[in-house]
């Protein structure tokens, strides 16, 4: 069956490093892939899209990588801040899906 | 100048009542959508229109009745409410159809069935 996975466990790192949060899928072949922020008690808001034929995508501090041979994507955050503190959830859509699926997400913890 | 809002914010009720949520979105989006984020954080689609028409429905119990009176507005109405529909209901919007279209997504409205 399809399956995305995200860290279920909280990445805490220092402020100023960079973070790197990872997106799994299996039995897929996404298309495309999108990531969103949720801060708590919030909705998610859109950040990035990468396609399948791009291997990267940056804007500003974030950068995103998609590895269809490792069936992977990775999430960047570079000079990461208290402010970046929040659930990062990833989601795979097929070129024919009229929406893409949402991994649980992962929880980011910038400390200052 | 909130994109995607939606009523009431918290909704606390019995079993067996029926209520309903309200979303509007100012965006001039064509598709809506609803969705449910449980306790475990999974955020699953429920129901898709585009353009006041249904183009998703996923497997949701025939309690849950979305409607579109336009384009800018979907309601979703739950009938006899159960312990396990409590949740957070988030309403989103994008410009079109095709999952290429970012997501605007509003507060969410966090419904708590006792």
């Known amino acids: 069956s399809q399956k995305i996975e995200q860290n279920s466990e909280a990445l805490n790192i220092q402020e100023g490093k960079t973070a790197t949060l990872t997106c799994n899928y299996t039995?897929?072949?996404?298309?495309?892939l999108q990531w969103y922020r949720q801060d708590p008690g919030r909705g998610p808001v859109f950040l990035l899209l990468i396609r399948e034929n791009e291997k990267e995508k940056r804007k500003e501090r974030l950068k995103v990588t998609f590895d269809t041979t490792l069936k992977q994507s990775l999430f960047h955050i570079t000079a990461s801040q208290p402010a970046d503190s929040a659930t990062y959830l990833c989601?795979?859509?097929?070129?024919?899906?009229?929406?893409?699926?949402f991994g649980r997400g992962t929880s980011l913890i910038v400390h200052p | 100048d909130t994109a995607v809002s939606q009523t009431p914010k918290y909704l606390v009720t019995q079993m067996g009542n029926d209520k309903s949520i309200k979303c509007e979105q100012n965006l001039g989006h064509d598709t809506m959508y609803w969705y449910k984020q449980d306790s475990k954080k999974f955020l699953k689609i429920m129901f898709s229109y585009n353009n006041k028409e249904l183009i998703i429905n996923e497997t949701v119990p025939n309690r849950f009745s979305p409607k579109s009176p336009d384009k800018a507005h979907l309601n979703l109405h739950i009938n006899s409410l159960e312990l396990g529909d409590s949740a957070v209901y988030f309403c989103a919007s994008s410009p079109q159809a095709g999952g290429y279209n970012e997501q605007f997504f509003g507060p969410g409205t966090r419904l708590t069935v006792l």
């Open positions: 989601a795979l859509g097929t070129g024919g899906s009229y929406i893409p699926t």
């Open positions: 039995n897929y072949s996404p298309a495309y």
